[in-house]
């Protein structure tokens, strides 16, 4: 918790429509030099993206009525160097949507993608 009382991180899960489990399954998991575990819990088929034990999670899954960039975007950490994540977003069939943007205080970088289904997301790194 924080001196507030709230919690030290704000994000703990995200989910991601798409349109095609499995093919949202295979960009992601291209993109990210990572598989993707396609799993159903309760009714749904989803995708899980792999998660350290304290680190924040979060799934694909088929939903084509919110795929196509009407859901929150989210930024995932990227392999680095970021320029070769973003070559491999445009290989597996997204889009990159921005030039490489600069945080300040060295804090990192990122860009603004688009999967296959028109979903933005932003690639980060540290580096």
Same mark, same amino acid.
């Given at each position: 918790?924080?001196?507030?009382?709230?919690?030290?991180?704000?994000?703990?899960?995200?989910? $991601? @429509?798409?349109?095609?489990?499995?093919?949202?399954?295979?960009?992601?998991?291209?993109?990210?030099?990572?598989?993707?575990?396609?799993?159903?819990?309760?009714?749904?088929?989803?995708?899980?993206? @792999?998660?350290?034990?304290?680190?924040?999670?979060?799934?694909?899954? @088929?939903?084509?009525?919110?795929?196509?960039?009407?859901?929150?975007?989210?930024?995932?950490?990227?392999?680095?160097?970021?320029?070769?994540?973003?070559?491999?977003?445009?290989?597996?069939?997204?889009?990159?949507?921005?030039? $490489? $943007?600069?945080?300040?205080?060295?804090?990192?970088?990122?860009?603004?993608?688009?999967?296959?289904?028109?979903?933005?997301?932003?690639?980060?790194?540290?580096?």
């Amino acid at each position: 918790m924080s001196m507030n009382g709230g919690p030290q991180n704000a994000a703990v899960w995200f989910e $991601i @429509p798409v349109r095609d489990l499995k093919k949202g399954a295979g960009f992601y998991g291209n993109v990210l030099k990572s598989d993707l575990k396609i799993e159903t819990m309760g009714p749904n088929d989803m995708a899980l993206f @792999p998660v350290a034990k304290d680190g924040v999670g979060g799934h694909l899954y @088929p939903n084509a009525e919110l795929a196509g960039g009407k859901a929150s975007l989210v930024h995932l950490m990227s392999p680095s160097p970021l320029e070769e994540a973003l070559g491999r977003v445009s290989e597996a069939g997204g889009k990159v949507d921005s030039e $490489i $943007i600069s945080l300040p205080d060295d804090v990192g970088r990122f860009a603004y993608c688009s999967d296959p289904d028109g979903n933005q997301f932003g690639l980060f790194t540290r580096d």
